[in-house]
């Protein structure tokens, strides 16, 4: 087992969201290796600093847990023998903690150790290059475990010193507690909801409801959909099914933010939010990619499931997209369909952030917007997320896909956009940060649960060349103003 004196870095003790470490200490040089990366990076840290695996079962260690964002697991033949490895990792499940298990070996997991880790997010290190391996590692943490990025080391807190008290100390300080947040509490609901409300409401005066302005595809699937935050009714989804194509021309210039229309690939477009762009009801879908495939001759790898025509269309990397939109284009401005002030691109992650029904105002990059406004689904505000909901991990909803589902199979937002919240994550236009060539994706997938991950407001990155079987795109239609 490693000595104290091997450990690479000080454990973080402090209030900001942090990563809890859990590994056999058989295994120390090369977790410690891999944690010592992502301290360097500037992620938040914490792991036992040398506890003996045969001690019992540590208050020290349970806090930390208890404290803990987000859950990391060294799986190996060691680790999955450790005792407490394995009342870590019940613990971090019972707790809904957002996981991710590391396998540093091909093993095989035990039986009642497999079942309970079915679902969990997994990265295989020993089968994938280091390049692979640091990619997928770096879109799977959450960004709120990483100090800022001023590239400074975030220095430890001192670990707390206990703090006698007496029962009658340990009264006092409950009840104050408790006054603390019945006074939040009616603070919140006397003063900061209705001012809310009264800030809905206006807006709603002031703006032409963007539902009543879905085309007519779109409107089979709303008749009896809820709007704004109620939940979506739990009948069974039906995929909505596209009619034939009505080419219509293009907004007039300046007028695109008023109008729906459908485009030559029978895809309809409406206002979301952001004068002058309208979006795609729903993502490109297989057969509306397929057409671009055939006609440039772009890759495009074999899925590892079955498709319809229908789904989205996966395994698209941001190059790949923006390389379907200028194809697109250029195609239809050739035909006298688009003017020449008048494109197809991906949204920006301000214009997604208004279609989803944000209002971000902060103005700082996706990384430092990702899970600021906490609470706020697609759906609603409830958790979990009702059957209905969309298109997410089968350990949440119950949604009857396992992959990915065709487009429409849910009900639509208020814009009239279907899968705002599930089925594929959706390239945006921006880069996540500072890091050369990682853009943003919105919307979450098909495999996913966590709660964070599913907010509005969560931002996720990835390599704007990968191609991945969760990644698809959403276009915009951008109108730009004439030159005198």
């Known amino acids: ?68 964002a987000y859950f990391m697991v060294f799986i190996s033949e060691d680790s999955v023998r450790s005792t407490n490895v394995r009342n870590e990792i019940n613990f971090a499940l019972n707790r809904g903690k957002p996981f991710l298990a590391i396998h540093l070996a091909d093993i095989k997991l035990p039986s009642g150790l497999e079942l309970r880790m079915a679902d969990i997010q997994a990265i295989y290190r020993w089968q994938i290059s280091d390049d692979q391996y640091y990619r997928k590692l770096e879109r799977a943490l959450l960004p709120t475990t990483k100090r800022g990025d001023t590239g400074e080391a975030e220095p430890a807190s001192p670990k707390p010193a ?77 995929p909505a099914t596209p009619p034939p194509p009505v080419v219509t021309p293009a907004p007039a210039s300046g007028t695109a933010a008023g109008q729906s229309w459908t485009n030559s690939l029978g895809v309809s477009f409406v206002p979301a939010g952001t004068d002058g762009v309208l979006f795609s009801i729903w993502d490109v879908r297989v057969k509306d990619y397929a057409v671009f495939v055939k006609e440039t001759g772009q890759a495009w790898p074999k899925t590892d499931f079955t498709q319809t025509d229908n789904d989205p269309a996966i395994d698209v990397s941001w190059d790949d997209a923006n390389a379907f939109c200028a194809w697109l284009t250029k195609k239809e401005q050739a035909e006298g369909k688009l003017a020449s002030n008048q494109e197809y691109r991906l949204p920006t992650d301000a214009e997604w952030s208004k279609a989803v029904g944000l209002n971000e105002v902060s103005g700082g990059t996706p990384e430092q917007e990702s899970g600021k406004v906490q609470g706020v689904y697609p759906w609603g505000t409830e958790w979990p997320p009702p ?28 814009y009239g956009l279907y899968d705002m919240g599930g089925n594929v994550w959706q ?58």
């Open 1 to 68: 087992m490693p000595s104290v004196a091997n450990h690479p870095f000080d454990a973080y003790h402090g209030r900001e969201p942090y990563i809890f470490v859990s590994y056999s200490h058989k295994d120390g040089t090369e977790v410690f290796s891999e944690i010592s990366r992502l301290n360097q990076h500037g992620y938040r840290i914490w792991y036992d600093e040398g506890i003996d695996p045969g001690n019992e079962w540590t208050e020290e260690i349970a806090r930390a847990l208890e404290g803990a």
């Open 162 to 238: 206990p703090i006698p008290a007496s029962s009658g100390t340990r009264w006092w300080i409950g009840a104050g507690i408790a006054f603390l947040v019945l006074g939040m509490l009616g603070y919140y609901f006397g003063v900061v909801l209705p001012a809310e409300r009264k800030s809905a409401e206006i807006a709603e005066q002031k703006t032409v409801s963007p539902a009543q302005q879905t085309t007519t595809q779109a409107k089979s699937d709303q008749e009896n959909a809820p709007s704004g935050n109620v939940a979506p009714t739990p009948a069974p989804p039906t």
């Open 387 to 414: 059957k209905g909901a969309g298109n997410y991990s089968e350990s949440l909803t119950h949604d009857g896909y396992s992959y990915t589902s065709p487009v429409g199979s849910f009900a639509a937002n208020p």
């Open 427 to 484: 390239w945006c236009e921006d880069a996540y940060d500072n890091l050369p060539g990682y853009r943003v994706l919105r919307g979450a997938a098909w495999d996913m649960a966590a709660f964070e991950r599913l907010l509005s407001s969560y931002r996720s990155n990835c390599d704007q060349g990968n191609r991945r079987g969760d990644n698809g795109f959403r276009l915009v239609m951008a109108t730009s103003p004439t030159q005198p």
